[in-house]
């Protein structure tokens, strides 16, 4: 498990983490989200004594990150997929890796077979595309079948199956009981990956649940529509309903699915569709956000 208590990082005049708390439990993946300059890729660094903290703890099974003897067999973590010596193999930096640690040769080859880089295994690692460079980071993050893993945008350069299968990956690791980490910027990635989601804003927590915890609790809307659309039009207005048009039917805001229908019943509407529609996580995340949000851009003028 990883444990943040009261965690705060000053950087002169800047605060990049701010009092924050939290655990990460094993046997779920753990989303990690916040918009730039919020203190997800710093809380990171102190948790793996990459930073010192002005105060507060970061602990990884109780420990802080230095007080392990083989870091690699209880944490593995990819935080820059491009921090390894350019004229190394992949072979190469996993066994220097290995060896620190006293972890078997035999491990190496394991973990590219497991990330699918075997073929590339001899190449120098500057060679590698963006894609590649994030499969060598996650085995080497899996180099000592470690219980606990983080992972700082660890979908960058990915296509499509590689997408699919990280977020495979992440859900058999946590099946296993393992402690997983992840932040991403991709929400809907998030949503499909994620069982639990901790959201942080100017280095402070601002909430954490599940992601029907945080969806459930968005203000709903329900897609109505009726064959005879002015009729329905009518019906809204005259009981004061806040609604919007969209394609051939409405959004409406301010009324449940049940009482959308009995409003229509009363006026003698036929309805065709009546679809509730829970907000997303990425909207959720936009609205929980945005008074966190260090750089904003306003809608382009039309002429």
């Known amino acids: 498990m990883i444990s943040v208590v009261h965690l705060t990082k000053r950087f002169r005049k800047t605060t990049a983490v701010n009092d924050l708390s939290f655990d990460v439990r094993p046997g779920v993946v753990t989303g990690f989200l916040g918009p730039n300059g919020s203190g997800k890729s710093t809380t990171m660094r102190l948790i793996l004594g990459l ?177 005879d659309t002015s009729a329905l039009e009518d019906a809204l207005r005259t009981r004061a309903v806040t609604f919007r048009p969209e394609g051939p039917g409405f959004v409406v805001a301010s009324l449940d699915a049940e009482a959308i229908g009995d409003l229509a019943l009363a006026a003698g509407v036929a309805l065709s569709t009546l679809t509730p529609q829970r907000a997303s996580l990425e909207e959720v995340f936009m609205d929980l956000t945005a008074d966190s949000v260090e750089y904003s851009a306003s809608p382009a003028a039309h002429s």
């Not at 595309?129 to 996650?138: A, E």
């Open 51 to 227: 930073d010192f903290a002005t105060s507060g703890s970061a602990t990884v099974n109780g420990k802080r990150y230095r007080e392990l003897v083989q870091p690699l067999r209880e944490v593995g973590a990819l935080l820059d997929a491009k921090a390894v010596h350019p004229g190394r193999s992949a072979r190469q930096h996993l066994r220097a890796l290995a060896a620190s640690n006293r972890l078997a040769a035999r491990r190496v080859d394991e973990v590219l077979e497991l990330t699918g880089i075997s073929s590339v295994a001899d190449k120098k690692v500057g060679t590698f595309s963006m894609g590649m460079s994030q499969r060598l980071g996650i085995a080497a993050a899996l180099l000592g079948d470690p219980g606990i893993l983080l992972f700082d945008e660890p979908v960058n350069g990915l296509d499509p199956e590689g997408i699919r299968w990280i977020r495979d990956l992440f859900q058999s690791l946590a099946r296993e009981g393992r402690t997983v980490f992840v932040s991403s910027h991709l929400m809907s990635e998030m949503a499909l990956t994620a069982e639990q989601i901790i959201v942080i804003g100017r280095g402070r927590l601002i909430t954490q649940g599940s992601v029907d915890e945080l969806t459930a609790g968005a203000k709903s809307e329900v897609y109505v529509r009726a064959r």
